[in-house]
């Protein structure tokens, strides 16, 4: 396990790198308003895709105990082809709606659809514990995205870097998928198997709505200044996320008894360290978010240092939630959880209304605090036998 979380690691650094200057040229080039209207897209695109994920993003992690495996992966795999063809369409509709650029939110659409699934690719070659092939996907993916823009450096280059990332995503999740091809599960079945994850994965998705809610409720400009902060939140959490993909596979394997605990505690470990790493550095956010956007972003000074103590808050939350996606999900995590995410976009729009994005900023903690709460409350009365056992 160890020396797959170290090449895992390795790898989302540099991923993590690519993806901030990916963002940042984003930013640059589209300008505030335009990276705000980007954002929001993208965000109310990842909420509607996460009611189709099928809870395959936890799935498969567990690959190697999973014996409906390649026909679960099937069936979500033409769910998924489905929906990125209806997906421009919508976006179209939606660019309408609010009065968008079209070209801006057809690409914000697809550039979802394509992360979303090559995250998926990427989960597959964990779940065999394939990493040096995972990182190699997910680090071809984000150069896919760079390296148009650093070519023509202007909006349309930005465009055409967020299509070359969704491609290549895409592509890689259908190229897996082919050589994993089995007779497809009844989609009632596997919906019904995997209500649990689907029902936590869509509350998480869910909290992505923040963008929007700023949008709504403050315009493009401070949306934009949100989300500038917010992107930040991506490259720290694929770190936290590294540890998951590797820690599911082991959980998923060691039983459930006192073995499991161990394996668990000493990742846990490791995760309450970066948190409070992440919450110290919390004071530097600002001058991050100068460095990579420009001083036209400065404003999103108070959302940056939110979103450090966010991330710490979100990577005690995650750390939990693995337990439970490693053997079942009871039904009252995803209900807390969506309690959490609801209150807590209620709670952006609600002090933004007061505060402006300063209100924001503090209602994005508020919803990573209650967050933690949902998954962390019931994963101490879950395992309250297995603490008993393995302390004695």
Partial sequence: MLRRFSVSFVGRIVAALLQVGVFALFARLLGVSGFGY????????????????????????????????????????????????????????????????????????VYAAGEATGDLAVGILQGERRSWAAMAVLVSRRAAALVPILIVSSEQGALVGA????????????????HRLARPRSLVSLIRENLGVMFSGGAANTSQLDVAVVNGRLGSVDAGLFAS??????????????????LIPELASAGSGA???????????????FSVALIAASFVAPQIVVLLYGESFAGAAPVAVAVFVGAGLSAVSQIHLAWFYSERVPVIVPALMWVAV??????????????GLV??????????????????????????????????
């Fill in 163 to 178: 299509l070359s990332a969704a491609a290549a995503g895409i592509v890689l999740f259908g190229s897996l998928v082919l």
């Fill in 38 to 109: 980007f954002a929001t897209v993208i965000s109310v695109t990842l909420v509607a895709m996460s009611v189709l994920e099928l809870g395959m993003g936890a799935r498969v992690l567990r690959a190697g105990s999973d014996s409906t495996g390649r026909s679960s992966l099937t069936t979500f795999a033409l769910v998924r082809a489905g929906l990125i063809i209806v997906l421009p369409f919508a976006a179209l509709g939606y660019a309408q709606l609010l009065d968008i650029p079209t070209v801006l939110a057809v690409t914000a659409a």
């Fill in 342 to 355: 609801l209150g807590g976009l209620a709670s952006i729009w609600t002090l933004s209304v007061a505060m």
């Fill in 259 to 273: 073995r499991k605990m161990a394996v668990f505690r000493r990742a846990r470990l490791l995760v309450y360290g």
């Fill in 359 to 392: 209100g924001a900023a503090v209602g994005l903690v508020a919803m990573q605090f209650l967050f933690a709460a949902s998954i962390v409350g019931p994963w101490f009365v879950a395992t309250a036998h297995l603490r008993r056992q393995s302390s004695n």
């Fill in 229 to 246: 902060a917010t992107r930040l939140f991506n490259p720290i959490s694929m770190l936290i996320a590294t540890l998951l993909q590797v």
